[in-house]
């Protein structure tokens, strides 16, 4: 079920916050009757989009939540230290193998397959080739696996005791305002409140003004931005000019941003409401002046994942150059296959560490030194790098490259293209695209934040609340980006 959807607001939302709030605030044994609710209504949530693998995701909490008390069990006796290794190695093949067969065994195998077929024709004898047919990928699976996997990697490296109710580490592991695309949160930052928690009427109306203008962000801007690059997917990559090859890579730029920050808003939001702290997961990442400075305001609790437990394990910047490049060599390409099974987001992540090497290693100084060639050096990279992300197809990701850069990439013109189509299309999407750019500068972004507190937020709201359903109900709703990772 997607937030923006007018079945969640209008049915899943109210009626949930309507149980949950009529629940009383006591607890059967060591569980509140609120987690319960919470965590049955996660599992509805999720099963209303996934009713098959609402099943797998339960699943997965249950082994988990036994593995994790495992870890202490017969503490002191023969083999304890060995036997302890070997279910926390069980519990991170588990949670890496589910995600990998999901996500990822298809694109392994048709590689497999490809180098078969080239072998074959060069022996001369056909060697056959692996049958499989791809399942759904469930969705927002890379997210709850990392949360799972965190949760693991703490309580056994003793962090912190593993969670003996159930129910709260299932509400934890599921909870519905950020399982299907985070933020991702450790289980410490969410411990208190599963304890014990109350929800004022003034935290409630605040943080149903973040979840109202994440929903403004999804679908007054990242919705309608949508549509630009719907258009010059159907002209076709070798049909459309470098003007409006540049105004697309911009647009998409843009409407990943607004997506994923509107989702990141709402999900913010409801966890308010339910007397929940989410952590922020975006801070302008548009006005960043490097790379490296751009992925510590985007994504910021995914980036975090990787520095806990991948980064700083391997050793982080405290080592050798050569060490620390490694580090950073799987730590981004790490990221890029998080996001996806596919050639381009090998290729994005791949980019993504070579800028952040070279920043490290002598141009971060420069663009300290130099604003105005900061500024243009992330303006040209933000563009590209999404460009690489969103087509999947390399031949197609080339065909567009060489639109955007005709004259370092030869690739043969299409007739067809149309010079004025800047023109057109600039002007049809020139007020959403000044909304866009408006709203990534900081000083607006928190001004309209700090409007939650005042009534004036509250209008504001309302006039969100009211376009959004409009056009909703006119049918202009996308899913979420991050819904397919």
């Keep these: 079920m997607v937030f923006s959807s007018l079945d969640f607001i209008f049915r899943f939302m109210p009626i949930f916050l309507i149980i949950y709030f009529i629940t009383p605030d006591k607890r059967i044994g060591k569980t509140s009757v609120k987690n319960i609710v919470l965590f049955l209504g996660s599992l509805v949530f999720y099963a209303v989009e996934e009713p098959i693998y609402v099943l797998l995701l339960l699943a997965l909490v249950v082994v988990n939540y036994v593995l994790a008390l495992s870890f202490e069990r017969d503490y002191g006796k023969e083999n304890y230290r060995i036997r302890r290794k070997i279910l926390f190695a069980f519990s991170l093949i588990l949670d890496i193998g589910v995600l990998f067969f999901f996500k990822y065994a298809d694109f392994v195998i048709l590689q497999i397959n490809t180098v078969l077929s080239y072998l074959s024709v060069a022996v001369g004898a056909d060697l056959g080739l692996i049958r499989y047919v791809a399942p759904k990928m469930p969705i927002g699976i890379s997210f709850y696996t990392f949360q799972m996997i965190s949760y693991m990697v703490d309580v056994y490296y003793r962090r912190y005791v593993p969670e003996k109710s159930f129910v709260d580490l299932g509400a934890y592991m599921t909870m519905f305002p950020q399982m299907i695309a985070g933020p991702i949160i450790r289980y410490p930052e969410v411990r208190e409140a599963l304890k014990s928690r109350s929800v004022k009427p003034l935290a409630f109306d605040r943080g149903l003004k973040v979840f109202l203008f994440g929903l403004g962000f999804k679908v007054l801007i990242a919705n309608q931005l949508s549509v630009l690059w719907s258009d010059i997917e159907r002209i076709g990559y070798e049909s459309v000019s470098t003007p409006l090859a540049w105004l697309g890579a911009f647009s998409y730029s843009f409407q990943i941003y607004f997506d994923f920050l509107g989702y990141s808003l709402m999900a913010i939001g409801l966890g308010t409401m339910l007397g929940f702290r989410i952590p922020e997961n975006f801070r302008d990442p548009y006005a960043s002046r490097s790379v490296t400075e751009f992925w510590q305001r985007w994504h910021m609790t995914l980036g975090r994942w990787f520095r806990e437990y991948v980064y700083f394990p391997l050793g982080g910047s405290r080592c050798s150059k050569g060490k620390m490049i490694r580090n950073l060599l799987v730590v981004w390409m790490l990221t890029g296959i998080w996001h996806g099974s596919g ?36 303006w040209c990279w933000i563009p590209v790098s999404w460009v690489v992300f969103a087509i999947t197809d390399t031949e197609r990701l080339l065909v567009y490259l060489s639109r955007m850069f005709p004259w370092l990439l030869r690739v043969e013109m299409n007739s067809n293209v149309n010079s004025g189509d800047i023109i057109r299309y600039g002007k049809s999407y020139l007020p959403v695209l000044l909304a866009a750019v408006l709203f990534s500068i900081p000083a607006v972004r928190r001004r309209l934040m700090l409007l939650r507190k005042k009534k004036a937020g509250a209008v504001l709201a309302f006039l969100i609340f009211v376009l959004s359903v409009y056009c909703l109900s006119a049918g202009l709703d996308n899913p979420f980006l991050y819904y397919q990772f």
């Design 343 to 378: 050639w381009n987001f090998i290729l994005w992540g791949f980019g993504l560490f070579l800028m952040i090497a070279l920043e490290k290693l002598f141009l971060k100084k420069y663009l300290d030194k130099w604003v105005i060639f900061s500024r243009i050096y992330m």
